[in-house]
């Protein structure tokens, strides 16, 4: 197609995205600013007189805003860069989405968080979170991968943690579904009932989930999860609520990026044809440390995904008890 017609924007960005998911980063990420272009994707490029930095220029002594442009878990994931900007001499403005400014208000290197859609302060340069990557060139070998680069209020991990009771078994956070208006979530979200059939009885999960779909209502109520639901106002009080957990499972949304930025042990159950961010053919990711990829072995297999789930928590707290 682009040999055809050189300005198919979505043909450059079908090329990015193949070239991002085998580990290409040097020629995928310079494609996937075709993202703008693509009409498709109905993302809002921002126009305003300030330049755009992608790393060319210094930024000694000036200030530049970053910010956010697509879902909540990409904001988490490339907020880790704004340290990287700011050792290059900036002051650093970062505007997210509203469930994110209380939880990254205390992010290393940023001096100030606003909210998306609110007035911004002065600034001299602005970068898209997902551009930061390709303005440092970045490799697979070159990932910024901190084990944990947030942090939650230690006030409210005591208050979950009280809520929860005393811990007589391991807790397990489960994040089940994310975004219905996602493009892929039809292929990335899973019905609590399917997981549970296969999940061990002898540890106390607790729903990371604050909405619930309709089919999931009714099999909350017949499993033992623990679940607060409306009382997690933004992503701050879910940090909490993970921080109390010894294991984090989740889909591909935003609840599995917030539990590995926070250094949570994290389990990532993906569909066969998984984003971009997640490679291929490899059960870690080098974008966190501490995170292990369930993988679909054939499209729309969830079976064998959820099999190897029961006998990963087994294998994982039965080293835990015997001091392993």
């Not at 009885?201 to 779909?213: D, G, M, T």
Request: aromatic share 10%; with cysteine.
């Amino acid at each position: 197609m682009i040999a055809l017609d050189a300005s198919n924007a979505d043909a450059y960005w079908n090329k990015a995205l193949i070239l991002l998911l085998v580990g290409d980063y040097e020629t995928g990420l310079a494609l996937y600013e075709w993202r703008w272009k693509n009409e498709k994707l109905s993302l809002k490029e921002r126009i305003c007189p300030q330049p755009l930095w992608l790393g060319r220029v210094s930024l000694s002594g000036r200030t530049i805003l970053l910010h956010c442009e697509q879902g909540l878990g990409d904001t988490i994931q490339f907020c880790r860069y704004a340290k990287m900007v700011a050792e290059l001499g900036a002051r650093v403005v970062l505007e997210v989405q509203k469930p994110l400014v209380r939880l990254l208000g205390q992010l290393e290197g940023v001096a100030e968080v606003v909210q998306q859609g609110k007035a911004l302060p002065s600034f001299d340069m602005h970068c898209p979170l997902m551009s930061l990557p390709l303005a440092f060139n970045t490799t697979v070998e070159s990932i910024p991968g901190a084990s944990a680069y947030l942090t939650s209020d230690p006030v409210k991990v005591a208050e979950r943690r009280r809520r929860l009771g005393t811990e007589s078994r391991p807790r397990i956070g489960l994040a089940w579904s994310g975004n219905t208006q996602h493009t892929h979530d039809r292929f990335r979200s899973i019905e609590l009932s399917g997981l549970m059939k296969w999940l061990p009885p002898e540890f106390q999960y607790v729903s990371l989930q604050k909405e619930l779909r309709e089919a999931d209502r009714e099999s909350l109520r017949s499993y033992d999860i623990v679940h607060f639901g409306e009382e997690l106002g933004d992503f701050g009080d879910t940090a909490a609520l993970c921080e109390a957990m010894d294991l984090v499972i989740s889909v591909d949304t935003g609840v599995a990026h917030l539990a590995a930025a926070l250094g949570r042990p994290t389990w990532v159950l993906l569909p066969f044809d998984p984003d971009w961010r997640w490679l291929l053919d490899r059960s870690d990711t080098p974008w966190y440390p501490g995170m292990r990829l369930y993988r679909q072995k054939s499209a729309g297999d969830w079976v064998s995904v959820f099999y190897r789930l029961g006998c990963g928590l087994y294998s994982m707290f039965s080293r835990s008890r015997n001091g392993g």
